[in-house]
Structure formats: C-alpha cells, structure tokens
C-alpha cells in the first residue's frame, strides 16, 4: 500500500555511493532528507541560498558520522542557466557522478488573490518554484544519464486553491514537468525514475510564516515522512516512475521508524 512507504526503512547502506544532491537543504524537509540520505551512505550535495543554516546541517551530519557532504551555495531566485551548468560541471569534477535529485526548495511570497498580485512577485515566485528546477534539471541529466539507477523526485504539495497565485501554477507545473520528463526517459536503454511526493502538512518555516494562526506542534516533523523520498532515491524503487504519490497529513507526534536507527 502506498501508506507503507511512510514507514519505508532503507537497508543500511542501501544509498552507499551515491550523490544525491538536495534543494533547500538548510532547514526543514530539506536538511530532514539530506541527513537521511547521508545517513544510509550517500554523499549529499546541499544546495540552499543560507550559509549558515547549511553549515549546521552539514556539521550534524559529520559529527553522526556519515559520509562527509558537500556544500554549494545558490540562490535558485537569481541563478541562470550558466550557473546551473557550473554546478553540473563541479559535481563532475569534484564527485565525479550524480545518482539523484531531491527538488525540494520552495518560496510563497504570500496568499493573493489574482486581481490583486504583484507581476514582479509573481515572475520571482515562478522562477524559484518551477524555472530554476527546470535549468537544474537540465544541467544535471546528462550526469544522471550516466548513472546506473538515476533518479529525480519532487517534493510536491496540492496548492491548486485559491489565494495560492504563482505558487499553485508552479507546483501544478511542476506536476505537469514530472510526468513529462518521466515519459521521455521511461525506456530500457535511457530509465530514469521521475517521481513526485506530497507528504502533507509538515512543521517547517515556511508553514510557520504562511500559517501564522496554526500552531506550529500540531503538524508533524520533517523527519517524519522521510520515507517516501528515501524510497524513490534508493533502488527499491526499481521501474517505479511517473507517480504523483499523495498522503494525508501526519499526526504531530508522528515518527519515522528509520529515526531509532539514527538514535
């Protein structure tokens, strides 16, 4: 069932070898899947516009002893395709391959009806939410290409509502990206898997900011649906591709079992 991958636990070196680079890895669902993915041997590129937030997440994953990770610092709002192409091209010289993408970074500016939204808001929050993970993307297949389990994942949310704007377009588009790059690449000679997840509600800033009237506690933790990612980054996911995976909001106090293995 598809609730089982909640509580999906890889083996323990099930991502050894692997580099995975992950968006927005300095905070929240980023640094939560980074860590988990460094946990289970993969060395984790940590790509995210905050230094010092990065450098955190990069300092507990030393001390827990996991493969050392690499930081590249980007801010997705103003990169172009140039700077897309030089992090392709240093994951090539510096690692030497690139197994997976976690497209997780994201940005809601605010909730605005149409009549009223800013165009300059709404081209930035289109460039951050869907452009810049369409120029990463490409930068980064043909390294993927080379890879013999390649495999690309979105971290998705269901935003096609009102008030949601440029943000709603933009993740509905990155659906629609999905599922076309996932055909394209659904072949013998050229798989890769392309997947996106929606885990729900999780306690992150950028709920918290958008949310102010939501008690932060009541929502689940990042760490807690962790599952799904791992799984399709990891090759127990086999041909698996093409998939818009859904779950329901997690209680607040609700645990990954692959945390007692960190513990």
Partial sequence: M?????????????LQGRVILVT??????GKAIAKACAQYGATVVMLDKEMRRTEGTYDEIVNAGYPEPAIYP??????????????????????????????????????TPIKYYDTEIWAKMI??????NFLLTKACLPLLEEAADP??????HNSTKAFYGAFGVAKAGMEAFCTILSQEYDEAQNFMRVNT?????????????????ETPYSIARPEAVVGPYLYFLGADAGKRTGE????????????????????
């Fill in 2 to 14: 598809q609730e089982d991958l909640l509580a999906y636990v890889p083996t323990p070196e099930a």
């Fill in 24 to 29: 927005g890895a300095a905070a929240g669902l």
């Fill in 74 to 111: 980007l801010d997705m709002q103003g990169a172009t395709a140039k700077d897309y192409d030089d992090l392709a091209n240093n994951i090539r010289e510096q690692l030497g391959r690139l197994d997976g993408v976690m497209l997780n970074a994201a940005w809601l500016a605010s909730f």
């Fill in 127 to 132: 460039m951050v939410n869907l452009q810049a």
């Fill in 151 to 156: 495999s690309i994942v979105f971290a998705s």
């Fill in 197 to 213: 997840v929606d885990t729900g509600a999780v306690r992150t800033s950028l709920r918290v900011l958008n949310f102010p009237g």
């Fill in 244 to 263: 818009h995976l859904k779950f329901p909001d997690q209680p607040a106090d609700a645990r990954w079992a692959g945390e007692a293995a960190e513990a």
